[in-house]
């Protein structure tokens, strides 16, 4: 086995992401506070750290070096289970908005990262890309939160998530295009489906690892 290089991940976990559709919402784009009014619960938190977890047990802190945004948006799953994480120059307000996810997509690229892991759904998807237009390209990995994803970066789930992470490592996963999907979620809650291609992201391919498009 290739030894395993030393890296620089950035982690971003959308605190809010899949809230809406555990609730019957179908996606939370601009329904957050419905959701929350409607009894959902933070998911993202919980994936961010089953991905972290499997990524300890992997052995693999040695080789990564991690950079995250403050609190609820990376710094509190990095110390549930106590990774060490040079933590974003970045302030967040009560409420993160996508403007947050992509100030933080703009300093990992100015870190020269050579990786971006995030926890969220299409929407998050969709910030990164729009952030990484302006600046360049950058690999991209989503860990899913929600109850159902398009784009087809996603890994199946956050396992498998960090088995890619330990192949991107290894230098055995290959980099391809991915498709970033737009659901009008609007639309799907009214039962018109409506899903169209937003654009491409690079990122590693591992065969069954990753979801695909749907």
Same mark, same amino acid.
């Given at each position: 086995?290739?030894? @395993?290089?030393?890296?620089? *991940? #950035?982690?971003?976990?959308?605190?809010?992401?899949?809230?809406?559709?555990? /609730?019957?919402?179908?996606?939370?784009?601009?329904?957050?506070?419905?959701?929350?009014?409607?009894?959902?619960?933070? &998911? @993202?938190?919980? =994936?961010? *750290?089953?991905?972290? =977890? =499997?990524?300890?047990?992997?052995?693999?802190?040695?080789?990564?070096?991690?950079?995250?945004?403050?609190?609820?948006?990376?710094?509190?799953?990095?110390?549930?289970?106590?990774?060490?994480?040079? *933590?974003?120059?970045?302030?967040?307000?009560?409420?993160?908005? @996508?403007?947050?996810?992509?100030?933080? /997509? =703009?300093?990992?690229?100015?870190?020269?990262?050579?990786?971006? /892991?995030?926890?969220? #759904?299409?929407?998050?998807?969709?910030? &990164?890309?729009?952030?990484?237009?302006?600046?360049?390209?950058?690999?991209?990995?989503?860990?899913?939160?929600?109850?159902?994803?398009?784009? #087809? *970066?996603? @890994?199946?789930? $956050?396992?498998?998530?960090?088995?890619?992470?330990?192949?991107?490592?290894?230098?055995?996963?290959?980099?391809?295009?991915?498709?970033?999907?737009?659901?009008?979620?609007?639309?799907?809650?009214?039962?018109?489906?409506? /899903?169209?291609?937003?654009?491409?992201?690079?990122? $590693?391919?591992?065969?069954?690892?990753?979801?695909?498009?749907?």
């Amino acid at each position: 086995m290739e030894k @395993a290089k030393h890296l620089k *991940i #950035g982690f971003i976990v959308n605190p809010i992401a899949g809230m809406g559709g555990r /609730v019957g919402l179908k996606g939370t784009n601009g329904v957050a506070k419905q959701a929350v009014a409607l009894g959902a619960k933070p &998911i @993202a938190s919980e =994936r961010a *750290i089953d991905f972290l =977890r =499997r990524l300890k047990s992997l052995e693999l802190e040695e080789a990564i070096e991690f950079l995250t945004c403050p609190g609820v948006m990376g710094e509190d799953e990095m110390r549930a289970v106590s990774f060490q994480a040079t *933590i974003l120059p970045m302030r967040l307000k009560s409420e993160t908005t @996508a403007e947050d996810t992509k100030t933080a /997509v =703009r300093l990992l690229f100015q870190a020269n990262v050579d990786l971006i /892991v995030f926890v969220g #759904g299409d929407g998050t998807a969709r910030d &990164i890309f729009d952030s990484l237009q302006k600046l360049g390209e950058v690999q991209v990995l989503g860990v899913p939160s929600g109850v159902k994803m398009y784009s #087809g *970066i996603f @890994a199946v789930d $956050p396992s498998e998530a960090a088995e890619v992470v330990k192949a991107f490592i290894e230098g055995t996963a290959q980099e391809m295009d991915f498709e970033i999907m737009d659901a009008d979620e609007s639309a799907i809650r009214q039962d018109r489906f409506s /899903v169209k291609l937003y654009g491409f992201l690079k990122g $590693p391919f591992v065969p069954l690892r990753l979801q695909g498009v749907k």
